[in-house]
């Protein structure tokens, strides 16, 4: 469907502007009042990380007038293989400044605001309602809802995407004229379930992929031109080099943009989400180890089977040494539990603690009493004990 533009025309281009601007301004959909459109708007993105590195990047070469930020994070050096607004030397850095500077660079004629905290319900309203349309490039669950249910209380819109290893998705959610996220997906998926680009992985050249569709519809929005993905879900396999579209319908029973909403103001959306599931936190209350704990084990010749459950590609990256690998999917299929030794004490591992709690909860209930699960996993371990392993 086609919509009418977002925001009103700016008075004027400059000379250095129209100079600048001016293989879209020779576009006929674009043109003059377009370019002046995008001068005019403001446009926030929620992160500076896979996708909002291209997304911020192609917002500022199209001449966004002004650029919000929201990133608390720093910039380490795993990111550098798909966040291309950063660079070597801006390890250690603000998130935040960094994609700053790189803008910047890119068109000075952008004003950028930074918003250098973590998003949540006590923040979200005031800084979404600084902006006339919202990107989002966040990775998880709770953040993702959050963002949906404040631009649908604050009726904006907001141009979507999501990135896993080689699939990426992409939508345009705007409450007033089609459905919302949560139309598409009413209930977050089980703690757990899905894993993390951090779990997981992401081909890096499919953030860029992705995040220049989200601007492409972002510009569309704002200029008033073409049919928006409002109503549509994108997919795209990189593998097969296909993209297919889905057609989404506005839930009348939905949540939050539904004819009776339930939620009707913002919600704990950690707790919604679920993080850990409650059978997970359960087990691991009173059986987490620390890495340091650990080691002495394993200096102590203590009778301890370590399990290190990743995934394959993760373990030959770093390991903790002495564990063996057997994946969490194994576990909750409960194929690996005929395997487990009798005599010895199981101790599970992941990469931060969060599977390996999931874990534990399954051997809680298989009769593994003892069992125990290492805090921060081998994250934590390599911190701590072997700090010249790498981390990922």
Known sequence: MSLPPLVEPAAELSVDEVRRYSRHL???????????????????????????????MYLAAAGVGTLGIVEFDEVDESNLQRQII????????????????????????????????RLDSSNVMEIFAEYDLIVDGTDNFATRYLVNDACVLLNKPYVWGSIYRF?????????????????????????????????????????????????????????GI???????????????????????????????CGENPTVTELIDYEAFCGVVSDEAQAAAKDSTITPAQLKEWIDADEKIDIIDVREPNEYEIVSIPGARLVPKNEFLMGDAL????????????????????????????????????????????????????PVY
Request: with cysteine; net charge neutral.
């Open 26 to 56: 020779i576009i006929p959909d674009v043109g003059m009042a377009g370019q002046k459109r995008l001068k005019n708007a403001r446009v926030l993105c929620v992160g500076a990380g896979g996708l909002g590195s291209p997304a911020l």
């Open 86 to 117: 950063h660079s070597q030397s801006d390890i250690g850095r603000s998130k935040a400044e960094s994609a700053r500077d790189s803008v910047l660079g890119i068109n000075p004629y952008v004003q950028v605001n930074l918003h250098q905290e």
């Open 167 to 223: 699939d990426g998705q992409a939508s345009v959610f705007w409450s007033e004229h089609g459905p919302c996220y949560r139309c598409l997906y009413p209930e977050p998926p089980p703690p757990g379930m899905v894993p993390s680009c951090a779990e997981g992985g992401v081909l890096g050249v499919l953030c860029a992929s992705i995040g220049s569709i989200q601007v492409n519809e972002a510009i569309k929005l704002l200029a």
């Open 338 to 389: 005929g395997d487990l030794p009798q005599d010895r004490r199981i101790v599970l591992h992941c990469k931060t603690g969060v599977r390996s709690a999931e874990v534990l909860a399954v051997l809680k209930n298989a009769g593994f009493a003892d069992a125990v699960h290492v805090g921060g996993g081998v994250i934590g371990w390599v911190n701590q004990i072997e700090p010249e392993k």
């Open 226 to 256: 073409g049919d928006p993905l409002v109503g549509r879900l994108m997919i795209y396999d990189a593998l097969e080099m296909n993209y297919r579209q889905v057609k989404v319908r506005k839930d009348p029973n939905c949540a939050v």
